[in-house]
């Protein structure tokens, strides 16, 4: 398989940085990464890498658009309003990039679909809204080896790393053993959101998600980004290994996905 | 004095600061510290039996506690003490 002209043209700008390169924008539209939400994250996620040519992407959701998402979610549009949310996504990343694949799954991911769901992907990148998919897709992204860029936010500060425990660095448990009871953490529509931080942690997710495709740069899988956009203030922090971690330390207690996910994260 | 970065989910206790400073000498005196002059975050910091929780991670400068002597961690003049809860807010934020 050889880039076509108008392949060339289109990704001319990424392909003349010697780090991507033909070669690397080859290695792009193999590449088949699986978005967990199709919402604020998965929003601008989705566009940039459909843009640079990530040859095949997953969207799975299983919410319809609503009027509030347009605030943020910007694969959508009022003119899809009422649409699942992955139907909505699959035609602004089609229009984008026409010669990409983006496959579509209108449903919720638990313990019992999620493994199979894995199995067309290389990578996930996490743009869930809740602690229960979060500890579900962490779990089993290190049964399958897949590699996952996670990001999360709320109100005006964001979170962003690389898991990929099975080259060596820690897992979303040994960043957050468990994740908190119910109560203690609001969730995000009684919080709030600014938008434009989805965009950024969405991008970032992007950016280091083209990154371990193309194998370049500093890899962040054993740091955490702590971002505060009201203070415009990035922050980066070590994420070592916890040999005492659950599920990918060296005596784990968990070793299948058959634990309790149920986590509800409202007051 | 330590200076120590407040995050968002615990600015209702700090009216609204995103950073505060403590005389302390190690973390579990700068929790004491902090719950005098702004109580009711020990509470979110520790469980009842006084042991940090699960999902919210302190690092003084780029380490995590966890790694060093978790409470006991000693802390001098001039660290930079992060507060870091577990946050999961992403996509469509159902209830």
């Known amino acids: 398989m050889e880039l076509t002209e108008p392949q060339i043209q289109r990704y001319s700008r990424q392909i003349i940085l010697s780090e991507v390169g033909g070669k690397g924008q080859m290695k792009l539209s193999k590449a088949r990464v699986l978005l967990i939400g199709a919402g604020g994250l998965g929003s601008p996620a989705g566009l940039y890498l459909a843009a640079a040519g990530v040859g095949t992407i997953g969207l799975v959701d299983s919410d319809i658009v609503d009027l509030s998402n347009l605030q943020r979610q910007i694969l959508h549009s009022t003119a899809t309003v009422g649409m699942p949310k992955v139907e909505s996504g699959r035609k602004t990343l089609t229009a984008i990039n026409p010669e990409i694949t983006v496959n579509t799954y209108h449903q919720l991911v638990d313990a019992d679909n999620i493994l199979q769901l894995f199995k067309e992907y290389d990578m996930v990148l996490d743009g869930s809204d809740n602690f229960s998919t979060r500890f579900l897709v962490n779990d089993a992204c290190f049964f399958a080896k897949k590699t996952l860029i996670s990001a999360s936010m709320f109100r005006f500060e964001g979170q962003l790393t690389t898991i990929k425990p099975h080259a060596g660095y820690p897992c979303y448990r040994c960043l957050y053993p468990e994740p908190p009871p119910a109560g203690l953490v609001p969730n995000c529509q009684e919080a709030g959101v600014l938008g434009a931080l989805a965009g950024t942690m969405g991008i970032l997710q992007a950016s280091e998600a083209i990154k371990e495709i193309l194998g370049i740069g500093e890899t962040m899988a054993d740091r955490l980004l702590i971002y505060d956009a009201l203070e415009m203030k990035f922050r980066k922090v070590r994420r070592p290994k916890d040999p005492a971690c659950r599920l990918c330390g060296p005596t784990p207690t968990i070793t299948n996905l058959s634990s309790d996910y149920t986590v509800t994260c409202t007051i | ?95």
């Open chain 2, 1 to 95: 004095m330590i200076n120590v970065r407040i995050p968002t989910p615990l600015r209702p206790l700090t009216k609204g600061q995103g950073e505060v400073t403590a005389q302390a000498k190690s973390i579990a005196e700068m929790i004491e510290t902090l719950n005098a002059s702004h109580p009711g975050i020990k509470s979110r910091l520790c469980d009842e039996t006084g042991e940090l929780r699960r999902f919210v991670n302190i690092y003084v400068n780029e380490e995590d506690i966890r790694f060093l002597k978790g409470k006991e961690t000693s802390l001098k003049d001039g660290d930079e003490v992060s507060i870091v809860p577990a946050i999961a807010g992403g996509s469509s934020c159902r209830t």
